[in-house]
Every structure is written in C-alpha cells, then in structure tokens.
C-alpha cells in the first residue's frame, strides 16, 4: 500500500470517530441529569410554650429588645452558597411548622433556621448540617428557663 492510500484511509477513520463522538455526546451528557431522583426531608418546627415564646423579650446582639415575629429557614445543598434557598416558615397556631426540602438522596443539607422580629432584627439562630435518607429532622424552640441579674463586684 502506497503512503497516500494509508494517510487517506486514517484521516477517514479519524474523521469517522470524532463525527460519532460528537453526535453521541450530547446524549450521554442529558442521560445521567435526566435520571436524578429527589428525596424530601422534612424538616418540623415546634415551639415550646408558644404563648410564652412570642410574647418573651430578646436581646440581640448590639440592638434593642424585641419579640419574636418570624422564623425564617435558609438551607443549601453540598455546601454550594450560591444555590442557598430561604423561605419564612407558616407557622399553625403559633404553635409548629413544616417545610418540606426535596434534594438527592444521601445529599448534604446545610440548615439555618432563625427567630426574627418585626423589625427584621435576628434574635437567634441554630445551624445544622444532615444527610438526606427521606427522613423527618424536628427542631424544638423554646422561651429561656430564666433570666438572672448580672452582678460585678468592685470598688467605686
């Protein structure tokens, strides 16, 4: 066989493969995506005491004193911030909440859940990081046992 028949009959081959390979990639790459399955986690707020909870006075940090208006849930999966979803939670009868979050199984979920006041000022927060096996998380909240004078001791 002559050198320009072999060049000839490899830039056909060649020619052959990347033309197969670049109408099969889009398929393969829609496959996978496609088959993705979501679990829900439920993720349930009660409140303790609920007629002493709204009406207790919180201090935050560097503001004033302020009852509970709001509980507000922020929540990502796999640590990716920039896919950070937020929603304030219904709450029946001042009592409890749900919220239902859909994400692959066995994922990582970062939770942020928080007490807001009307002001929109954030009285407190619990953050938490679970693994999605379709499972129901419930986060209890509660007013303070006590609150108790601060005394210093010292010489004027």
């Known amino acids: 066989m002559s050198f320009l028949r072999l060049r000839k009959l490899f830039g056909g081959l060649f020619l052959a493969t990347v033309l197969s390979f670049c109408f099969c990639l889009p398929v393969q790459a829609a496959t996978p ?11 349930q707020v009660q409140i303790d005491q609920p007629r002493m909870f709204w009406n207790c006075w919180f201090m935050a940090p560097g503001a004033e004193a ?3 208006a709001a509980i507000k849930v922020e929540w ?4 990716i911030s920039g896919q950070t979803k937020q929603t304030t ?5 001042k009592e409890s909440g749900q ?3 859909r ?3 066995n994922a990582t979920i970062n939770i942020d859940i928080s007490v ?3 002001k929109n000022v954030k009285l407190g927060s ?9 499972q129901t998380e419930t986060v209890t909240i509660a007013p303070p046992e006590r609150v108790e004078p601060v005394f210093t001791w010292g010489k004027s």
């Open 89 to 93: 939670l219904p709450i029946t009868n």
């Open 66 to 68: 302020a009852k509970p």
């Open 33 to 43: 995506a496609a088959s993705v399955a979501t679990t829900p986690l439920d993720l």
């Open 76 to 79: 990502n999966t796999n640590g």
């Open 99 to 101: 919220l239902t979050i």
């Open 103 to 105: 994400t692959e199984k």
């Open 126 to 134: 619990i953050n938490m990081q679970v693994i999605n096996h379709g």
């Open 116 to 118: 807001w006041s009307a």
